[in-house]
């Protein structure tokens, strides 16, 4: 499989219990990001990596929030102690960064879906 | 001010028509721009990208990017059922450089 790997595909919690997906980019690409998105809403920006560094953070990540990728390879996203509003789609997606400003496209992975209850 | 924006409402478009989508960003530096479809439970797909001021084309697919009025558009031509979908606008951010989106326009092709 060459694509990008998100598992699990479906994940339900309760509420106060800590969750970890983890993403598997296309090989070789050196930019992974992580996204939500809700119904009716486009992808929101949660974090990125440029091999294994973490580039950037959205302010709207809270502290329960933390991120790894700690070989440039895959990552995990974990979520502590979630909440209602946590539930949501999560989406990672790599692309292979090239010429500065003119990066190549980003394929995403098919999500993972959280509901907590 | 949102980094990308996407305000028009569900798009319903007869079969055989063209379906126009508009999409403007606040990054005057930015120099990537994209579209994703993205149908309903999936994820998104990339189907067009513009880094040059004017139209592209792919297939019954126009990309057109004006950079002085920071506007992207995307034209489907002869629309087909199987076009109804999201269609999502996203830009690389001078700024930073990552990928930002917007929140998407669902577009209906009536048979």
Same mark, same amino acid.
């Given at each position: 499989?060459?694509?990008?790997?998100?598992?699990?595909?479906?994940?339900?919690?309760?509420?106060?219990?800590?969750?970890?997906?983890?993403?598997? +980019?296309?090989?070789?690409?050196?930019? #992974?990001?992580?996204? %939500?998105?809700?119904? !009716?809403?486009?992808?929101?920006? *949660?974090?990125?990596?440029?091999?294994?560094?973490?580039?950037?953070?959205?302010?709207?990540?809270?502290?329960?929030?933390?991120?790894?990728? +700690?070989?440039?390879?895959?990552?995990? #996203?974990?979520?502590? %102690?979630?909440?209602? !509003?946590?539930?949501?789609?999560? *989406?990672?997606?790599?692309?292979?960064r090239q010429v500065l400003y003119m990066n190549t496209?980003?394929?995403?992975?098919?999500?993972?879906?959280?509901?907590?209850? | 001010?949102?980094?990308?924006?996407?305000?028009?409402?569900?798009?319903?478009?007869?079969?055989?028509?063209?379906?126009?989508?508009?999409?403007?960003?606040?990054?005057?530096?930015?120099?990537?721009?994209?579209?994703?479809?993205?149908?309903?439970?999936?994820?998104?797909?990339?189907?067009?990208?513009?880094?040059s001021n004017g139209d592209k084309e792919d297939g019954?697919?126009?990309?057109?990017?004006?950079?002085?009025?920071?506007?992207?558009?995307?034209?489907?031509?002869?629309?087909?059922?199987?076009?109804?979908?999201?269609?999502?606008?996203?830009?690389?951010?001078?700024?930073?450089?990552?990928?930002?989106?917007?929140?998407?326009?669902?577009?209906?092709?009536?048979?």
């Amino acid at each position: 499989d060459t694509g990008v790997s998100q598992d699990p595909r479906h994940k339900i919690t309760k509420r106060g219990q800590n969750v970890t997906f983890r993403c598997d +980019p296309i090989s070789e690409h050196n930019r #992974l990001y992580w996204y %939500r998105q809700t119904l !009716g809403q486009g992808p929101e920006f *949660l974090t990125y990596f440029q091999n294994e560094a973490q580039l950037e953070k959205s302010r709207l990540l809270s502290d329960r929030f933390s991120a790894e990728r +700690p070989k440039g390879s895959f990552s995990t #996203l974990e979520i502590q %102690r979630t909440e209602q !509003g946590d539930s949501a789609m999560y *989406l990672c997606a790599s692309s292979l960064r090239q010429v500065l400003y003119m990066n190549t496209e980003a394929f995403f992975g098919q999500g993972t879906r959280l509901t907590v209850v | 001010q949102k980094e990308v924006e996407q305000n028009s409402g569900p798009l319903s478009v007869p079969e055989g028509a063209i379906a126009s989508l508009n999409c403007t960003y606040s990054d005057r530096g930015s120099q990537s721009f994209f579209w994703y479809r993205q149908y309903s439970g999936k994820s998104p797909e990339l189907i067009m990208f513009i880094y040059s001021n004017g139209d592209k084309e792919d297939g019954r697919f126009t990309a057109q990017l004006n950079k002085a009025s920071q506007y992207v558009s995307l034209l489907i031509r002869d629309s087909q059922p199987s076009d109804s979908a999201t269609y999502l606008c996203a830009v690389i951010l001078y700024g930073n450089n990552r990928l930002a989106f917007g929140k998407g326009n669902q577009v209906v092709v009536i048979p």
